[in-house]
């Protein structure tokens, strides 16, 4: 036996033991525990890390390889007693505070519940409150977040490979939902929602949020958060110049002009058109704007192609070359909002729920000076360019958990109280709490809500028109393509495809 | 080139490096510096290099209800650590195998990573890190005992079968992970292993056991032949020689080898993310931050590319010689 | 050693080998003949060659295919030529200083390489250190349009590549032993000469299979892309990897994705074949 090796078994064995004291002190010093009898907890663990210490000396004055296993052991051991103690004075603990947060009956068998979503104030608020179901016996919740795209990719993933999901609870927008209520991997709700019904007042959430979810008569997602677009500026700004909030893209364009030279601002307007995804959801509020649309009416046809989509995409490269530029195009929405908190933005075209952190002094430089306004509308006169949003949460149709429970879970976050606390980070859909909205943009959305253009079309083949729109409306922001080279291109591509896939004929 | 004696060349020689080092680490400077500071200051323009510094972007992303005594229980984890790791790296230096001494150290870790979710609340960061170590170890553990058996047979026999063994090994050490991520997804969906550590380690070790193999077979080359040859003709059989006598003396290139397997499983974003639904390993995870309104609302995304990037700091503080020979004999062999 | 020993010792490497990586590839090469989406995964159709049929019809392909090679050309020597003369001071300092230098340059190299393009990102963003230098130095304004994205790239691969170059040839200057130089030395020939007539031709070898690796990592680049570009298209940066993932993940044509793959995993073939014979020759060789 050499010197290295014991100097080696000496400095493991005191890991062990301070291991087993920093557990052991963690389980006495909680303050929850407390209450679960504290000295005989403290008093037990200590008893065991000491013996664990008494082993392992052991083990380093015999020296040989047994003691190895000998101090291995002992501390296995000591560990275990400790741990059930721990968890056990936890469990006490959080059943007696778990009254308040869930009201759920525990389910029989240990059921593990998966959220799959995107960051944002809702599911960072309702996630948090989804977590204090991990309080009922046999319930375990995971939250699991990642950007959009990549959320929207693990889906089709999990619900392609045929085997049952191993997400309970996903995240829906108005677009993804629509893939994949056409590829039938969400679970129709309408059975759940009529027996609870009554239980979670579900009438209180407004019908136009149920339809934009209702794909055949199925209700495919309970509407959670509301949103839209709306217009943020700086107000002492535009008193500087004379400006009015502009309600038309004309004067958006008026706007960045007067507003370029000022000191500070790099780019005086943004829209969110940093991505293929981005362009064709700007280009749907317009067109719609103008009184064009997507789709042929009650078919897959498109319909894009017209001259209120070539006005629409014109009126978009106008407001690029007067406002935004290539460092403009390059900014996604969650960019030019700081940017417009630090200054260098002087008004944006943006999600509604971004307004919170506007007005918020430890994030926003200017949380007095900022204002919303409704968005602008293309022409004058026309709908305003923003369009009714909504996030929904469903239940995978591959998920072979108790779907009752999942649902029961959900309604402990979409509650009246707890919409109520919602509401005041954003927009909720439950109409008895939005009504009386004290956010300071709530006005600003209910308008281009009820003036704008709307929820998002349905059609199987959505998924289709916005990739071939992706591919070409940003080489219409860089002026590689005229706007009618690009609808012409994006209408052809889409028609090849969506003939592929069987939506045309 | 001879040593240049004088002292102005000389000068020039460490300015040059310093000035090409500071470039290098530019970019992992400038993110702990803006992790440490409030959104405010860190959209600030120009940058703020003096401020006063905030952690909590480090505390909100590893746990959910911050612990009073945050200081007192993270010296306890450093110096922890800091032993354990301390101790492996005497452990990877020493000329024997001590495979009691690695299972020590793999038992301290597990009853490490155990004992904190009992002490403290801590966020899902936590768990992709765990999910992280076990596939971690996991591959690494598997790859490298597979692969220093075959690679001792490749080195001592030669022949056409083993050359095709080596050539098919060379061939897909290089391959895109792209080209198997679909049939991977299939074999998932398949066995019903979908999401599980098991399917994550297999995976792993079959795209990084060739590498392994290649890289062992020239430790071994480097092995004369008599002294296995002595033991057997005392009497033992080739596989306790090997057990006995060679993995001893080939016990740095193993830890070589292991430190390169285990910075690839680390590596692996593609594949883990087609594969795992809920056991995200770090480089996954980070798709919570990057791209989301988080980058927007707050300084944490840049507290987890630090706390990604941290472990394997470690690693190269304290196994940079081993990288380096692993890094430079895969290569100057191969 | 005896065949029936080496079979045994080999088995479980070949096992995890054809399990893992051959099976798969034929699976691979299998789906790249058929069309199917993430709806129709069971149900796929056999399309025959029209899958490669497209993508070599596919101008954004070659696009891709131009930019990867782009990436390639002005890539691969800077990182050689840095790399070189990095290793070479480093050559001249005394053993117990170089820790510091190579642990600095190891931690890039061993960075995850999303994380790494992401801090990399960082010091490029509208808040960054990079573009507010920038702005000092030329007095304009940053602008992210598709030229400076593209330089961003390259400055990316030079910045995360080069330290692995560097340790390699570091590595292989410890080889080199110092009497050829003092030879040189003595013959009258000065620094320069003895690099480019002693240092070079030794490793020059070496030279050329770093070279290979590294240019096998560009070809396969696609985590860069993914975080420097955000996979927007108005930069025309896909590289073949980055329209690869779009194929998949964006276009959903499966089938079309795959038989990219395949067609990369040919041309890395190529770019592997003198190393695939010499590992031939080497092995076959009586021992």
Redesign the interface.
């Known amino acids: 036996m050499n010197m290295?090796?014991s100097?080696?078994?000496c400095?493991?064995a005191?890991?062990?033991v301070?291991?087993?004291v920093?557990?052991a002190?963690?389980?006495a010093?909680?303050p929850p525990t407390a209450a679960n009898q504290p000295s005989a907890t403290g008093a037990a663990s200590q008893a065991a890390a000491t013996s664990a210490a008494v082993q392992a000396t052991q083990g380093m004055t015999e020296a040989s390889?047994s003691a190895?296993?000998q101090?291995?052991q002992g501390?296995?051991e000591a560990?275990t007693s400790?741990?059930v103690q721990?968890?056990q004075g936890?469990t006490k603990v959080t059943t007696s505070a778990a009254a308040a947060g869930c009201n759920i009956k525990p389910p029989a068998q240990p059921q593990e519940v998966?959220f799959?979503g995107?960051?944002?104030w809702d599911v960072d608020t309702y996630a948090k409150w989804l977590?204090d179901c991990n309080s009922v016996n046999n319930i375990k919740v995971?939250?699991?977040?990642?950007?959009?795209?990549?959320a929207v990719?693990?889906m089709?993933?999990?619900?392609?490979?045929?085997?049952a999901s191993?997400?309970a609870i996903v995240h829906q927008s108005n677009s993804s939902i629509q893939q994949n209520a056409y590829?039938g991997w969400l679970r129709p709700l309408n059975d759940l929602i009529d027996t609870y019904r009554s239980q979670y007042n579900l009438n209180d959430i407004a019908q136009t949020h149920w339809d934009a979810a209702t794909f055949d008569g199925k209700i495919l997602g309970i509407p959670m958060q509301s949103n839209t677009i709306l217009l943020m500026y700086r107000s002492d700004l535009f008193e500087k110049h004379n400006l009015k909030a502009p309600t038309n893209y004309d004067e958006i364009s008026t706007a960045c002009k007067a507003l370029k030279s000022e000191p500070g601002i790099?780019v005086p307007f943004a829209l969110d058109l940093?991505?293929?995804w981005a362009w064709a959801t700007a280009f749907f509020e317009a067109i719609r704007s103008e009184g064009g649309d997507f789709f042929a009416q009650g078919g897959n046809a498109p319909a894009f192609n017209s001259p209120q989509g070539v006005a629409a995409l014109t009126k978009l490269k106008q407001v690029v070359d007067a406002c935004m530029?290539?460092?403009g195009?390059?900014?996604?929405?969650?960019?030019f909002?700081?940017?417009l908190?630090?200054g260098?933005v002087a008004f944006i075209h943006t999600w509604a729920d971004?307004g919170a952190?506007m007005v918020d002094p430890?994030?926003?430089?200017f949380p007095n000076v900022i204002k919303f306004a409704p968005a602008a509308a293309v022409e004058p006169g026309g709908k305003l360019a923003g369009s009714a949003w909504d996030d929904y949460w469903s239940i995978p149709a591959s998920y072979k958990g108790d779907p009752d429970l999942v649902f029961q879970m959900i309604m402990q976050v979409a509650s009246p109280e707890r919409q109520k606390e919602a509401a005041k980070l954003g927009l909720v859909t439950r109409t008895s709490v939005a009504s009386s909205s004290s956010l300071p943009y709530a006005t600003a959305a209910v308008e281009t809500i009820s003036k704008g253009v709307g929820a998002y079309p349905k059609s199987p083949a959505l998924n289709v028109m916005e990739?071939a729109l992706?591919?070409y409306l940003?080489?219409v922001?860089?002026g590689e393509l005229s706007p009618k080279d690009a609808l012409q291109k994006a209408e052809a591509d889409y028609i090849k495809?969506a003939k592929?896939?069987g939506f045309l004929k | 080139m001879l040593p240049v004696k004088n002292p102005f060349g000389r000068f020039v020689i460490y300015l040059t490096l310093t000035i090409y080092v500071s470039i290098t680490s530019l970019p992992f400077l400038w993110t702990v510096l803006q992790s440490l500071k409030n959104l405010r200051q860190a959209n600030a323009r120009p940058p703020l290099f003096i401020f006063k510094p905030t952690f909590e972007s480090y505390t909100s992303l590893w746990f959910r209800t911050v612990p009073k005594d945050l200081p007192w229980l993270m010296l306890g984890f450093v110096v922890v650590n800091l032993a354990i790791i301390v101790s492996a790296r005497a452990m990877a230096r020493r000329d024997a195998s001590r495979l009691a001494i690695v299972m020590l150290v793999l038992v301290s870790y597990y009853l490490l990573f155990w004992a904190i979710p009992q002490i403290v609340k801590t966020a899902d960061f936590y768990d992709f890190f765990v999910n992280t170590v076990i596939v971690t170890v996991g591959t690494v553990i598997i790859a490298v005992s597979v692969s220093s058996l075959g690679g001792y047979a490749l080195a001592r026999y030669g022949g056409i079968s083993g050359a095709m063994i080596l050539i098919v090994a060379l061939a897909f050490q290089s391959l895109p992970v792209m080209a198997f991520a679909l049939p991977y997804f299939q074999l998932a969906t398949v066995t019903g292993l979908q999401d599980s550590y098991v399917l994550l380690i297999m995976v792993l070790v079959g795209l990084h056991q060739p590498f392994a193999l290649w890289m062992l077979r020239s430790f071994f080359m480097d092995i004369p032949q008599e002294i296995e040859e002595a033991a057997m003709v005392d009497g033992a059989s080739r596989l306790t020689a090997f057990v006995r006598i060679l993995i001893p003396i080939m016990w740095p290139g193993i830890v070589s080898t292991g430190l390169l397997v285990a910075l690839g499983a680390y590596h692996e974003f593609l594949l883990v993310r087609v594969l795992t639904q809920l056991r995200w390993t770090l480089p996954v995870a980070i798709t919570k931050y990057i791209g989301t309104v988080y980058s927007s609302i707050n300084t944490v995304p840049y507290a987890a590319a630090v706390c990604v990037t941290v472990p394997l700091l470690i690693l190269v503080l304290f196994f940079q010689e081993q990288l380096v020979k692993g890094l430079s004999s895969g290569a100057v062999k191969g | 050693m005896k065949r029936k020993t080496f079979i045994g010792f080999v088995a479980p490497s070949v096992i995890l080998m054809v399990a893992l990586l051959i099976i798969p590839l034929v699976v691979a090469i299998a789906l790249g003949f058929q069309s199917f989406t993430y709806l129709t995964l069971n149900a796929r159709k056999f399309v025959g060659l029209e899958n490669y049929q497209s993508i070599l019809l596919d101008s954004r392909f070659w696009q891709a295919v131009r930019f990867t090679f782009l990436i390639i050309v002005i890539v691969t020597p800077l990182e050689m030529i840095i790399g070189s003369i990095v290793a070479l001071l480093l050559d001249q300092i005394p053993k117990g200083r170089r820790g510091i230098f190579v642990s600095l340059c190891l931690t890039t190299y061993v960075s995850v390489p999303i994380v790494a393009a992401y801090m990399f990102r960082g010091l490029f963003q509208s808040d960054g250190l990079g573009t507010w230098i920038i702005e000092q130095v030329t007095g304009q304004h940053l602008i992210m349009n598709e030229f400076a994205v593209k330089m961003l790239i390259l400055a990316y691969g030079v910045w995360r590549d080069t330290p692995f170059v560097i340790i390699i040839v570091f590595a292989g200057l410890q080889s080199l032993s110092l009497e050829y130089l003092d030879a040189a030395a003595i013959d009258g020939a000065n620094r320069l000469q003895q690099i480019r007539h002693v240092t070079i031709p030794h490793l020059a070898p070496l030279l050329m299979l770093i070279a290979m690796i590294v240019i096998m990592a560009k070809y396969q680049l696609f985590d860069a892309i993914f975080v420097l570009t955000g996979m927007n298209p108005i930069y025309h940066a896909d590289t073949i990897m980055a329209y690869n993932w779009r194929t998949a993940m964006e276009l959903e044509q499966l089938g079309k994705a795959n038989a990219m793959s395949i067609l990369t995993v040919g041309g890395l073939m190529i770019v592997l074949i003198p190393f695939l014979v010499r590992t031939w020759r080497s092995q076959t060789r009586e021992r």
Do not use: H, I
């Open positions: 290295a090796r100097r080696a078994f400095l493991l005191l890991f062990e301070a291991l087993l920093l557990s002190c963690g389980s010093g909680a390889t190895a296993v101090v291995t501390a296995t560990a400790t741990a721990a968890t936890m998966t799959l995107w960051p944002g977590d995971n939250v699991r977040t990642m950007d959009n795209s990549s990719e693990q089709k993933l999990a619900f392609s490979s045929g085997s191993p997400y590829k790099t940093s991505a293929g530029g290539t460092q195009l390059a900014m996604g929405y969650e960019q909002q700081a940017a908190r630090n260098s971004g952190a430890s994030k926003s430089q990739t992706g591919n940003p080489l922001g860089t495809e592929t896939q």
